[in-house]
């Protein structure tokens, strides 16, 4: 199995002092390990171990592995957090591992994230493909929506977005049992289910619109790669976000690798390449919406030659759980510039 802490790590040098978002009981970078980072979450260390106390999903013995929350603020505020501190500009990474998608204001976020990061600082992202998830019946979310979000500065999920989850909630059959994702390289889309919560998701919404409620964690942002890199490149072209786009990664299992860079200079966008690039992106966002991701059957292509794709991919990650780690990169790296020399 490719690994995955290797893809998020990819671009950061964890010897600077760095940021990791709501890593609960699993961080990526532990300060026990030695590393140099701040955790950030909406509540502190007592209450994040009492709440895991009452989650079964956190085994008891794991809940001193929830490490000391030094910035308390939830991730859209991180720059105004960093700011009454007097740390901005000083981190060299932001890790961000399965929270961006739960944020109200993302375009708030990304731009917090700029003014903790000094010049080249990295922020890395693990975020799930919509496609391969709970999401699957969700239609992917626009940056009108984010702009929306924005502009309105929202703190929570709007009753719209809670209602969008709850009634098109999935869940994926596999063997009999049900599970909350796939492989989006190996499965068959077909074999997600809805839950079928239509009436409870909408009286939930008048609940929500009559009167507040209570904050409701939930999915604000549905996407997938090539969506997600476009809208990006967007609110860097319209100066909402500075930071640079190294790399968004095709979809390992259920989620992908977004890394961006705060950049050390500024130069001016030129207009005529940005919008030649966008038209191959929207393109390219086309071609990944619905189950398309998932490798079925396209023009020309039978189902029979489809198998057999997924069984050479299959192959490669039986191959690949026995080589060291490191080696697979080492090996796509090489076979990436033999390819560039043939053309």
Known sequence: MVDRRSLLLKHIDVSEQGIEIAPYFNPTLAKRDGYRVLTVDVFDTATLRQNALADPGVPDDRIAEIEEVDIVCDASSLGQAVTGLGKQGQFGYVLSSH??????????????????????????????????????????????????????????????????????????????????????????????????????????????????????????????????????????????????????????????????????????????AFYAARAVRLRKVVDGLGTAGFGRPGPGQSAVSLTAQRAVRRSKSFIERLLPTGTVASIRSWNRRRKERRH
């Open 99 to 272: 929270n961006f998608e739960h944020l109200p204001d993302p375009i708030r976020f990304l731009q917090g994230c700029s003014i903790a990061l000094a010049p080249g600082g990295v922020l890395s992202m693990a975020v799930p493909d919509g496609r391969a998830c709970f999401d699957h019946f969700r239609m992917p979310t626009r940056l009108s929506d984010w702009l929306q979000a924005y502009h309105g500065q929202r703190s929570q999920p709007s009753p719209e977005t809670i209602f969008d989850s709850l009634s098109n909630l999935a869940q994926y059959g596999r063997g009999g049992n049900l599970a909350v994702g796939c492989d989006i390289s190996l499965d068959d889309p077909r074999h997600f289910q809805p839950m079928n919560d239509l009436a409870a998701a909408y009286a939930e919404y008048l609940e929500r619109i009559s009167s507040p409620q209570p904050y409701r964690d939930t999915h604000c942002t549905v996407t997938f790669g090539a969506a997600l890199e476009n809208m990006l490149w967007d609110l860097r072209f319209l100066g909402l976000v500075d930071l640079e786009i190294i790399e968004v990664t095709e979809t390992l299992g259920q989620e992908f690798f977004v890394h961006m860079r705060k950049p050390v200079t500024s130069a001016p966008v030129d207009s005529k």
